[in-house]
C-alpha cells in the first residue's frame, strides 16, 4: 500500500519532519536501512470506523517524505468485536467518567424533586396537612438535601483536588457518595409516599410507603448484588486525562446542574404568586427573594462558560478556557448553597412555625454544604499545593505529604517506595528524575 492512501484512509495528520521519531526514521532511510513493517487495524465504512495504524506512524511519515508513491511493507489485521460474554475492562479515566455522569444524572433529579417539595409547602391543601405529614414531609426534604450534597461531592473533589485527572481514590469517592445518595433518595420516596397516601386518606399510608422503599431498594441495590460478579483486572493508581476530556467534564457538569437550577428557579418563582406566600412573614419573603437572586446568579454562572468557549476561545481546547469554566462552575456552587439553605429555612418554618427550628435548618443545610462541596477540596487541594507535581495523583500526594520524595521516607518500607515510582510514574507523561 502507498504511504499517502494509508494516511488518508485514517484521517491522521502527517507529522513535521522535526519530529523526532521522523527524523530518526529518515535517517536510517537515507542509509538504506530497511523500516519495521507498519501494523494497521481495518476500517468500517459503514460504521464510519476509520483505518487504524496500530504502530508505525512515526514510520509512515517519514515515508511519505521519502517517496509517497512507493509501497511500504504493511501488515493488515481485523477489527475483532467482542465475543458474546466476554468482558471488557476500561482504562480508570472511562470509569471515572461513567461513574461521574451517573451523578450528574441524580444531581438533576434531586434538585427537581427539592422543588418540587418545596413549592408543595405553599399549596392550599398544606393547611389541612397533619403534624404526621408535615414531618414525614421534613424527613424526605431532609434526605433529598443529604443526596445533594452527597452528589456534588466527587465533581468537586474531581475539579478541586485531582485538577481533572483520574484517580483510584476518586473512583472510589464517587461509588460510595452514588449509593449514600440512592438510599437517601429511596427514603425521601418513601417519606413522599407516606405523607400523599396519609393526605388522601389511605388505610395502608405505611405500607405503601415501605413498599416505595422497597421497590427503590430493590431495583438500585438489590438487582446489582444479584447479578454482581467479582471484580478483575488491576487498575492504575492514576491517569491523566487530555485537555479535551477535562473541558468535556466540566461542560458536562455544567449543563447538567444548569438543568435542575434552571428547574429549582421555576418553583421559586411559583412560590410568589401563591396566597400562602402572601400570608407569609416579612422576614421569610425577604429571605426568599434573596434565595430567588443567589438561584438566578446561580444560573448566569453555568451559563457563562459555554458563552466564554463560543466567543473567546471560537470552540478551540485551551488550559486557560479550562481554569476559566472550573472556576465559574464552582463559583456557581456558592450562590446554590446559600439558595438552598435559605429556602431550607423558609421550608421548616412553614413545617414547624418555629423561628429557631428555621434559623437552625438554615444554618445546618448551609454548613453541611459548604462543608463538603468547598471546604474540604479546598483544605486537600491546599494541603497538596506545595508539592509541584506536573500532575496530581492521589497515590503520590498521600506518600509525599510532608513534600519529601519517595526516597527520604524513612516511615515508608523499601518496597513501598519503589512501588510508588513504578505505580504512578510508569504510566504517566512525566519522568521518575523530577521525583
Known sequence: MLPKDILRASHLPL???????????????????????????????TRARPFIIADGYHRLCAACYADEDAPVASIMVEFLTLAEGAVAHPSLSARLKTSLDELRMQVLGAQVLFGFQFQSLFQPGFDR???????????????ILISFAALLIPPAQHRLVEAGNASRRLLFLSNRCAEI??????????????????????????????????????SWFGLGLVIARPASGRMRECEMADLHSKIDQMLTEARVILAGVQAMLGFQLIVVMTQAFDKLERGYQTLHFIGLALTTSSVVLLIAPAAVHRLAFSGDDASRFHQIGAALVTAALLPLSFAIAAESCVAAWKLSEITSVSIGAGVGVLSLVLGLLVRRPARSAFSTSHVNWPWRCSYCLAVTRHGERPAQRKDLPPERRSTALSNCWRTSPGRPDAL
Do not use: N, W, Y
Open 181 to 218: 445518595a440512592l438510599a437517601t433518595m429511596a427514603v425521601a420516596m418513601g417519606c413522599i409516599a407516606f405523607a400523599i397516601a396519609t393526605h388522601e386518606g389511605a388505610r395502608h399510608a405505611v405500607l405503601i410507603a415501605v413498599g416505595t422503599l422497597a421497590v427503590a431498594f430493590s
Open 129 to 143: 396537612a397533619s403534624s404526621t405529614e408535615r414531618i414525614a414531609d421534613a424527613v424526605g426534604l431532609t434526605m
Open 15 to 45: 507529522l513535521p519532519t522535526q519530529e523526532l521519531h521522523v527524523a530518526d526514521d529518515l535517517r536510517r532511510i537515507r542509509k538504506g536501512r530497511p523500516l519495521s513493517p507498519i501494523i494497521l487495524v481495518q476500517g468500517d465504512m
